[in-house]
């Protein structure tokens, strides 16, 4: 009986610190996302940088050597760009990285640096899991009334999480991905999708007020998205983060673990719902 109270105490204390990262994460967020402009560019940015420097020590620390400076310059780098030109800069970036990477690890190699050629493989995977999917965060919000989709894209992700959390937690029994993570459940996943649904439509009837053009349907149909794919997102970051044995990503967000413990599903979230919006909405 003591062992079941305090396995309880540990799960209110987890949820609680969840839940009050998420609200400070949300009432930032959402403001830089209302100003817009350069000080949104710059807050994603940050988000991206802070992100790279997690992936780039996540592989240090498992004995491999990605170039630092190459992912991160490349991955703010993108998204100022993605902001400036659009999608027309970033071929300029990533052939200056490719090129830059491969003298680097090149020159490592001859230096007596082992595993070059993975590190050289690990850098380029860094910009573009990070820097050219997360760049899509700043691709809907200069959609026209982007304001409104991004905020009916990304809280979606939450609000499924969070019903996952709650489900899984609770009732969940049939484990999804044991070796990618042991916690998440088919229960879990379902609520999320129903957390995913319900959600969406309220956020595009929230966000019809201000956009008419954004309706229930459109709020439905991301959150469908949103809720059945973007679990991928999460399980694919534990794919990188198991082969090191770790749990979280750092430890700079109580609660919630790192940086891109917190965006995982939004970069699957921001490209998928970019298209979406893109094709079929717009």
């Given amino acids: 009986m003591a062992a079941y109270l305090n396995v309880l105490k540990k799960m209110k204390t987890m949820l609680v610190k969840r839940i009050i990262t998420a609200l400070i994460i949300t009432i930032v967020g959402v403001t830089f996302i209302f ?10 940015s940050i988000i991206l940088a802070v992100a790279s420097w997690e992936y780039w ?15 991160f310059a490349a991955v703010v780098l993108l998204a100022i760009m993605r902001f400036q030109k659009g999608f027309e800069g970033g071929d300029i970036i990533i052939t200056g990285a490719v090129l830059t990477a491969m003298a680097f690890h090149t020159i490592s190699y001859e230096l007596g640096q082992p595993n070059t050629s993975l590190d050289f493989g690990i850098t380029l995977g860094g910009i573009l899991y990070i820097g050219w999917l997360g760049s899509y965060l700043i691709s809907i919000r200069f959609l026209p009334d982007g304001l409104w989709w991004l905020l009916l894209t990304i809280p979606t992700v939450g609000i499924s999480d969070g019903g996952a959390f709650l489900i899984g937690t609770r009732w969940g029994k049939n484990k999804i991905a044991p070796r990618l993570s042991p916690k998440k459940t088919w229960e879990g996943y379902l609520g999320g999708v129903i957390f995913g649904l319900i959600g969406g439509a309220l956020l595009g009837a929230l966000c019809h007020q201000n956009a008419p053009q954004i309706t229930i349907f459109h709020g439905l149909i991301l959150g469908a998205i949103v809720s059945f794919l973007t679990p991928l997102g999460d399980l694919g970051e534990s794919m990188l983060k198991r082969q090191f044995d770790l749990k979280d990503s750092s ?5 919630h673990g790192g940086f891109m413990d917190r965006i995982d599903s939004w970069l699957w979230a921001a490209c998928l719902g970019y298209y979406t919006i893109v094709w079929f909405f717009i």
């Fill in 251 to 255: 430890n700079l967000l109580p609660g």
């Fill in 57 to 71: 020590n996540m592989y240090r620390k498992g004995g491999y050597s990605p170039n630092a400076a190459v992912i």
């Fill in 35 to 44: 100003i817009g402009g350069w000080p949104f560019v710059f807050f994603i």
